[in-house]
């Protein structure tokens, strides 16, 4: 059997659970993962390598109506992902019909040239019919090459959903090396599993406002430590004094619960340094919007 890969753009509204599909399949944490939505911000390239094919995963900032400079970036920064891709997987959930956000982007979505799978997650939250009405509500559109019902939290059907996405890539050499699992710098995925914590910490308005940026990664000659200095930016004094927290309790419990996921990753014993400092409402800032954005790139 020859062989195919490609780039497979994995696109959906927010929340949906794109990170989640893309890490459940590659096996390792390579996208942060959020109940809240704006999780995702930038284009994520996460490659997954078999036997017989590779794909090379897009995860895209959710779709979502904007509110600031920060999530209009975001939603430019999901479409300029379709531009190039051979196979697109949109993701929806069982509601029993087409979604009304969905319903704005599907003609955009038929547009698109390339192959085009539909996801139906979350099936483990339907209801009564939800699930069968839901299928056939999207399969009207005549859109979709296929329909695959899956649950990533459970792990169902991931398997099927895997087979579908390979079935239609076209046939071509590996795109990167064997055993590389992202395109993006090691700076920019320690940056990103920072920024997980303080979603996971805070209160729901402080994570859209914080930005990590990683000043330096420095490994010690004299002993087997690594070194990382990173700084959380934040749009509001108030925001600052959260993310600190009483005593500097919150930003502690933000770097141990990060430095554990960093050692995890780099098997190796991480000193994990955070500071925190404010850019006056960075988020309505483009100059600012776009430098945060690609900081760590």
Request: include cysteine; aromatic fraction near 6%; charged fraction near 25%.
């Amino acid at each position: 059997m020859s062989f195919k890969s490609g780039i497979v753009a994995v696109m959906g509204k927010t929340n949906v659970g794109k990170s989640t599909f893309i890490n459940s399949l590659i096996g390792r944490k390579m996208v942060i993962v959020s109940d809240k939505p704006q999780t995702t911000r930038n284009r994520i390239r996460c490659v997954l390598t078999t036997d017989s094919a590779q794909i090379v995963f897009v995860d895209t900032p959710g779709l979502h109506k904007p509110i600031n400079k920060l999530s209009e970036a975001l939603v430019k920064e999901a479409m300029r992902a379709l531009a190039g891709i051979d196979e697109l997987v949109y993701m929806t959930e069982p509601t029993g019909g087409i979604d009304p956000f969905d319903e704005q982007v599907m003609p955009r979505i038929k547009e698109l040239p390339c192959p085009k799978i539909l996801l139906v997650n979350k099936i483990d939250l339907a209801r009564g019919n939800q699930l069968p009405e839901t299928l056939l509500a999207y399969d009207s559109l005549d859109i979709f090459q296929e329909l695959v019902p899956i649950s990533c939290s459970r792990g169902k059907n991931l398997d099927r959903a895997l087979e579908v996405i390979i079935k239609y890539l076209p046939e071509g050499e590996p795109l990167f090396p064997e055993g590389m699992p992202t395109d993006k710098p090691l700076e920019f995925i320690i940056a990103e599993l920072i920024r997980e914590k303080i979603y996971h910490f805070t209160y729901q308005e402080i994570p859209y406002s914080t930005a990590v940026v990683v000043e330096e990664i420095r490994e010690r000659e004299d002993k087997p430590l690594i070194e990382i200095y990173a700084t959380i930016y934040v749009a509001k004094d108030s925001q600052k004094a959260i993310v600190i927290g009483r005593k500097g309790q919150k930003l502690k419990e933000i770097g141990r619960t990060a430095r554990l996921e960093i050692e995890a990753l780099l098997g190796k014993q991480v000193y994990l340094a955070l500071q925190v400092k404010v850019k006056k409402n960075w988020t309505e800032d483009d100059a600012m919007v776009s430098q945060f954005l690609y900081a760590n790139e």
